[in-house]
């Protein structure tokens, strides 16, 4: 038995036995696998099992044909066939293979491979065909290189977002190339009967191909998203048996005829498709606006720009792209004639709900006669804003420098190098902390603020918080570091007094900076790494904190 024939009946035969399967167990895996060669989804589970069967049945039948046609392979040769012809031919099945072979490469590296194997298919099909003048064949092959150069400048380009908003450039070129695959198949099959080689059969399934096209759409728009869907698809296959018939029959003599012309009919319906793909706008607009293939450009603001950041020319595009809803369409002209009387009627004094941040960019000498600051850049505003800061910062500076001349150092007789008196305002109820700047205190501090209870100090490891009750004027913190421990400090006077052990593993620890003066602490760990001790003196207004080695202490 030929190879095709085997091929055939297998596929047949396997397509029996799977339904026969699925009706058994009562899903339509085994047959979905069988036809359609991948694992079925959520969806088919959930389609009513017999009208599935029944599509899958069809498609296991159309399969079956299309393995007896392509399996075939090529007809013995009966005249000499040149390179062209033979070139031609295994370029064919190449592309047969390329199409029945399941992919799974990156979509981008599909289409490049797709286009290296049609292409010089189409450029020798011109080559081969007969009975076709020069004129007709030139114009066959550039409308071919339409569909392909569309094909891999969409797969270069991120179009994910246009998707999103398809300008109407973008549908007219999809328009444009839908027109020009159907004129060349038509072209195709005009030269392949003007030639003489291949049968009527041929011609037949290449007309096929559109009625194929037509009923995929048809099912994909009143069934979107169903099984039966997925098997409408899966039919589209005479594209493939042209394909392979064409290489079938290249064996044969071609006619020899009078040179085909393009008819002058051809021609008009050429031009009258390409003037329906162009069209009229629904209404009117300008090329620059929020219509154009730069749409994706205005939805870059989520404020209105400033009119001192826009040049001249480029003003009304930025208005119309500020005013202007994807879901509702109002014409650029209604929309800039709109804009510019509410700047007239404000003009005069009468009110408008447009905002003036949005008339500014139509009439900017209008708007800043009221609202100054809208003709600003925004260099201007961030400049003026980073001077407001660097004000409040230096007004800030000043205080703490005032606060921290009326702080004293609570324990004068007790003098070292290592110490520093600056002023804490505590607005946030937050504490302030010592620790080592070379360790990890993230846990520790996750153990302070999660333990069940603590009062002024709190200490975990290598960090320690002081919580300073909250007041309206500011707390005069004194740290100091020791190399011994003090001598006892009259508890008199003082509201508290708590010592707690702090660890410093690389020898230093540091206090935040407390005052807006900037007042530097010094480097509260003069042992190097070890345990320290940490007492801490508390009043209203004033803290006193000690640091010491605390094998020293004991």
Not at 144 to 161: F, H, Q, R, W
């Amino acid at each position: 038995m030929r190879i095709y024939r085997l091929a055939a009946s297998a596929s047949l035969a396997i397509t029996l036995g799977s339904i026969i399967l699925s009706l058994v167990i009562g899903t339509a895996t085994p047959a979905w696998l069988a036809t359609m060669w991948y694992p079925p989804d959520e969806i088919v589970g959930k389609s009513p099992l017999v009208p599935v069967l029944g599509g899958l049945l069809l498609l296991g039948l159309v399969n079956s044909w299309m393995l007896w046609q392509v399996l075939r392979g090529p007809a013995p040769t009966a005249v000499p066939m040149g390179r062209a012809a033979t070139g031609l031919r295994l370029l064919l099945y190449v592309n047969v293979l390329w199409l029945l072979i399941p992919s799974f490469l990156p979509g981008l590296v599909e289409t490049v491979i797709g286009l290296a194997l049609w292409v010089p298919a189409l450029v020798l099909l011109t080559v081969v065909l007969t009975g076709s003048g020069r004129p007709f064949r030139l114009a066959l092959l550039l409308l071919g290189l339409v569909e392909p150069a569309i094909s891999l400048a969409s797969g270069l380009a991120d179009d994910s977002k246009l998707q999103l908003f398809v300008s109407p450039a973008y549908r007219a070129t999809l328009m444009a190339v839908g027109v020009a695959t159907f004129v060349v198949m038509v072209m195709l099959l005009l030269a392949q009967r003007r030639d003489g080689r291949w049968s009527r059969v041929t011609l037949l399934v290449g007309l096929g191909t559109f009625a194929s096209a037509f009923l995929v759409e048809l099912v994909d728009g009143l069934t979107r998203g169903s099984t039966i869907e997925s098997i409408a698809e899966a039919m589209d296959v005479l594209y493939v048996v042209w394909l392979a018939r064409t290489a079938h029959e290249l064996n044969r003599e071609p006619r020899q005829k009078a040179p085909l012309r393009v008819p002058t009919a051809v021609a008009a319906v050429g031009a009258v498709l390409l003037l329906m793909v162009v069209g009229p706008e629904g209404g009117p607009r300008l090329t620059y606006t929020w219509q154009s293939d730069q749409l994706l450009d205005c939805w870059a603001w989520s404020e209105p720009p400033r009119v001192a950041d826009i040049p001249a020319h480029e003003r009304d595009r930025a208005y119309l792209c500020s005013v202007s809803k994807p879901d509702r369409y109002v014409s650029d002209q209604e929309l800039l004639g709109k804009g510019r009387d509410a700047c007239t009627r404000f003009a005069a004094g009468e009110p408008v709900k447009a905002r003036p941040a949005l008339l500014a960019l139509l009439c900017p000498e209008v708007i800043g006669r009221k609202y100054p600051d809208l003709l600003l850049s925004s260099a201007q505003i961030d400049q003026q804003q980073a001077e407001k800061e660097n004000i409040e910062r230096e007004q800030l500076a000043r205080e703490a420098r005032k606060e921290d001349a009326l702080c004293r150092d609570p324990w004068p007789a007790l003098r070292t190098r290592f110490q520093a008196t600056a002023s804490y305002y505590d607005w946030d109820a937050q504490p302030y902390g010592i620790w080592d700047p070379e360790a990890d205190t993230e846990e520790d501090s996750e153990v302070i603020w999660n333990a069940e209870s603590f009062d002024t100090l709190g200490t975990s490891g290598q960090l320690a918080l002081i919580f300073t009750p909250s007041q309206d004027w500011a707390t005069c913190v004194t740290a100091k570091a020791l190399r011994s421990a003090p001598p006892p400090l009259r508890r008199k006077g003082w509201d508290e007094v708590v010592e707690a052990d702090i660890v410093s593993d690389s020898g230093h620890l540091v206090m935040q900076m407390l005052s807006a003066s900037k007042v530097r602490f010094p480097n509260l760990a003069r042992s190097g790494p070890g345990i320290y001790r940490l007492r801490l003196y508390t009043r209203p207004g004033e803290d006193l904190i000690l640091i010491y080695p605390a094998k020293r202490a004991a």
